[in-house]
C-alpha cells in the first residue's frame, strides 16, 4: 500500500509537502490525487488534520473554473445526508461501475450462435482424436 503524502499548512496557509521538501498549491495538490496519491494535510501549529477542508477547497476551486464534476443533487446529498451518502454514494458508483465493464466486455465478445457452437464442437472433436491418434502412436514407437 503506498504512503500517504503529508503536507503542512502554515499559519500563513502556505502549504508544504514534506514528501518533496518544497512549497504545493492546491492545484498541484489536485493533480497529485488525480495521479493516483494519497494525501493528509495537517495544520503545522496544532496537527490538527484539515485534509477534508482542504480537499473541499480544491473542489470549489476547480468549480470556479468550470470544471464542475459533482452534481448539484449529489452536493444537497452530501449536505442533508452528511458522510455516510458519500460511503453509500461510492459504493453505488463502484457497482454501476462493474456493471458498464460488464455490458461493453459482453457486447466485444458477443455469444456465439448454435452454428458457431457446433462448428467448436466439431473442431474440439478433431483435436482430441488427433491428440488420442498421436498417444497411441507415441505409446507404440
Not at 462448428?119 to 474440439?124: G, V
Amino acid at each position: 500500500m503506498k504512503k500517504q503524502r503529508i503536507i503542512t499548512r502554515y499559519e500563513n496557509r502556505k502549504l508544504y509537502d514534506t514528501a518533496e521538501s518544497r512549497f504545493i498549491t492546491l492545484k498541484r495538490i489536485g493533480d497529485l490525487i488525480r495521479q493516483g496519491e494519497t494525501v493528509k494535510i495537517v495544520e503545522k501549529s496544532s496537527g490538527t488534520d484539515i485534509t477534508s477542508n482542504t480537499l473541499t477547497q480544491i473542489i470549489l476551486e476547480e468549480d470556479r473554473k468550470g470544471k464542475a464534476f459533482i452534481p448539484v443533487k449529489i452536493l444537497h446529498d452530501v449536505i442533508r445526508w452528511g458522510n455516510d451518502v458519500l460511503d453509500t454514494g461510492v459504493d453505488q458508483v463502484l457497482h454501476s461501475f462493474d456493471d458498464v465493464v460488464e455490458n461493453s466486455i459482453r457486447r466485444l465478445l458477443p455469444v456465439p450462435g448454435a452454428k458457431e457452437l457446433e462448428k467448436l464442437r466439431s473442431q474440439i472433436e478433431l483435436l482430441e482424436k488427433k491428440i488420442e491418434d498421436l498417444v497411441i502412436k507415441q505409446n507404440t514407437d
